[in-house]
């Protein structure tokens, strides 16, 4: 007995000898790693060192002349004193020079060049190892349309000390402002759904609208609201200073009435003051079954994806190396998904603003055909003195305002990103990590409102999801912390999940997979892995963060409740065959197969079963 603290002792150092000699693979969101490619270029340093001897000629010229919202383009550049650190970048607005900085700048300051990031780079030599000896590359560049024209720069002096060398011709898209990038979401009530897009159209210009009915119809139209925000919107930098780009404007109308299981289709469109339609091109979605409908139902969940560029620009630091599969996989099952969550960290723009852009267009195949659910995490939320729970600068200075306005979510107050929404035999319960959910908090209170308020004979899967780890994770930042969880996790909210029976809880924030067994009081409830019947004694808690960005290590330390783990992309699928049965799948991005899954097989009278530290008050009386 007596040997016991001095072993406690030896353990708790070992713990952080093992923390100090993996810190190098520490979570990006846990201990600052896996750097935003565009933080890393110093663009307020750059000096002017225009060359006679440099050209960078863009084609085409004009960009979307058949309504193409991408393009590629080809930058060809000439040098004659080439060095293996130049990198060309692609800028937007197409000039960039001072005129592009913010008013008031401290007066003591020397004024830069310029004050904006570009949206992408490239170093030239990974395009052409010749370059050093040649002076000549050809860059190819896959350019979005982001409201505004382009230039490319050639830059010397590496991304710490920019010297700009040369400047190409100036190229945009036939109509910048065309409406894009839509992006669906389930309204408030079962047969609404909303859609939400970006465009240059101030509602001054144009009026938004959708054009939308059921599949071989005739179509009505829809209003649409618009949002935009400014710089002094936004709560520091770099998303007031050299990530600031301007949002445009964006739109979101309530097609509401729905018929269920219908297919419809859609367009968004702006009618101009001489009475012109600019209208986008068509898309289609079906419809959210009845609430409690029995019928094949198929949800798909992950956290932490954020982007990628497919010209391989930004990639420095290959900072979301698993992004694009994530998302291709998606697309590849497209057919056989119902509504996705992509539950927290979301682009990690971490305040440069053009990233958001290029983020919903690399979703769009998915966003435009199935309801496309987000939830808050510290890349969007955290900043210092802004109401955030958490006093850290993962947003950039963002502070909530683009996931907010960016994407549509069914909550009362979009600034209180929490909000419940049924999808068939579903309920979800979507907290916001980035606020306060402890008992007695505004969000406490709607957290247990959204679990006693579904009805099981008709929503029999209660699904609860936050961004951060508020269950159970191995994850050996957790593992240092003691308590395997997010600090203050599940202390208050275990009680609620128990009472109210929650199948299984969603986490992302920690980069990697793992699934727990049917657990209470960090003891599981459940001795088998692959099938569950019966009574639901314990809430199954899966840590599906592993979307896209850098991978999260595990403790050295066995957790007995833990059933599967990997260190690895990808994503959950569940599917509910009916209202006694749901598939669980784990699949990776690479290839899209299943690597862990698990059965349920449940009635409704299972549901209604006491369990412990969840029974109904009972009486002997007569």
């Not at 000439?78 to 900085?101: E, L």
């Not at 404007?249 to 859609?266: A, C, D, V």
């Not at 798909?300 to 290959?318: H, L, P, Q, T, W």
């Not at 969840?614 to 002997?620: A, D, K, M, N």
């Amino acid at each position: 007995m007596g040997n016991h603290p001095p072993l406690s002792l030896n353990f708790n150092m070992i713990l952080l000898l093992l923390f100090l000699l993996n810190l190098s693979f520490a979570s990006p969101h846990i201990n600052g790693f896996g750097e935003q490619p565009l933080s890393k270029i110093s663009i307020h340093k750059t000096v002017v060192s225009l060359h006679s001897n440099a050209s960078l000629r863009a084609s085409p010229s004009l960009l979307g002349i058949k309504g193409e919202d991408t393009e590629w383009v080809t930058v060809d550049l000439d040098y004659s004193n080439p060095s293996s650190d130049d990198w060309v970048g692609v800028f937007s607005p197409a000039k960039f020079n001072a005129s592009s900085c913010p008013p008031n700048n401290d007066p003591k300051e020397q004024t830069p060049y310029t004050c904006s990031a570009p949206v992408k780079y490239k170093f030239v030599n990974e395009t052409n190892p010749n370059y050093t000896k040649t002076g000549k590359s050809s860059l190819k560049f896959q350019l979005i349309n982001q409201r505004a024209d382009f230039s490319f720069a050639l830059f010397s002096g590496g991304l710490s000390n920019p010297k700009l060398v040369a400047i190409s011709n100036f190229i945009s898209f036939a109509n910048p402002k065309a409406p894009l990038y839509p992006r669906l979401a389930q309204g408030k009530s079962w047969d609404e759904m909303t859609v939400t897009w970006t465009s240059g159209y101030d509602i001054n210009e144009a009026v938004p609208l959708v054009e939308w009915g059921l599949k071989g119809e005739s179509l009505s139209k829809s209003p649409a609201g618009t949002l935009t925000f400014g710089r002094n919107s936004m709560c520091g930098s770099p998303a007031r200073t050299v990530g600031w780009r301007d949002p445009g404007f964006i739109h979101t109308s309530f097609l509401k009435n729905l018929w269920p299981n219908s297919e419809y289709t859609y367009r968004l469109g702006h009618l101009l003051p001489n009475g012109k339609y600019i209208w986008s091109k068509s898309y289609s979605f079906k419809s959210s079954p009845y609430p409690g409908q029995n019928s094949l139902q198929r949800v798909i969940v992950f956290g932490d994806m954020g982007k990628a560029e497919r010209d391989g620009s930004n990639e420095y630091s290959n900072y979301q190396p698993g992004s694009l599969n994530t998302t291709d996989q998606l697309i590849k099952d497209l057919d056989n998904i119902d509504i996705v969550f992509h539950i927290g960290d979301i682009t990690y723009a971490n305040g440069y603003l053009s990233q958001w852009d290029q983020f919903t267009a690399q979703v769009e195949p998915i966003a435009s055909k199935v309801p496309y659910m987000i939830a808050s995490g510290n890349h969007e939320r955290d900043w210092p003195n802004s109401g955030s729970f958490y006093d850290k600068t993962d947003s950039g200075g963002e502070c909530g305002v683009l996931a907010e306005t960016m994407f549509y979510v069914p909550a009362e107050n979009r600034a209180k990103f929490w909000y419940a929404t049924d999808y068939g035999m579903f309920r979800f319960c979507i907290a916001d990590t980035e606020h306060d959910w402890r008992e007695g908090s505004e969000q406490y209170k709607f957290i247990e409102h959204c679990l006693a308020t579904v009805d099981r004979q008709k929503q029999p899967w209660l699904i609860f999801a936050a961004h951060r780890v508020l269950g159970y994770s191995s994850n050996y930042y957790y593992a240092l912390e003691g308590s395997f969880e997010e600090p203050m996790g599940r202390e208050s909210l275990q009680k609620l999940w128990q009472k109210y029976k929650v199948d299984i809880g969603f986490y992302g924030h920690v980069h990697n997979y793992e699934r727990s067994c049917p657990i209470y009081q960090n003891d599981c409830v459940n001795t088998e892995k692959s099938h569950y019947s019966g009574t639901v004694n314990g809430t199954i808690h899966v840590v599906v963060g592993g979307g896209g960005s850098h991978l999260s290590e595990f403790s050295q330390v066995n957790t007995s409740w833990s059933l599967y783990k990997d260190y690895d992309y990808g994503f959950v699928k569940m599917t509910a065959f009916n209202h006694s049965s749901l598939l669980f799948e784990y699949k990776k991005s690479s290839d899209g197969q299943v690597y862990d899954s698990f059965t349920v097989s449940r009635d409704y009278r299972d549901v209604l079963a006491c369990v412990h530290d969840g029974c109904e008050p009972t009486t002997l009386a007569d």
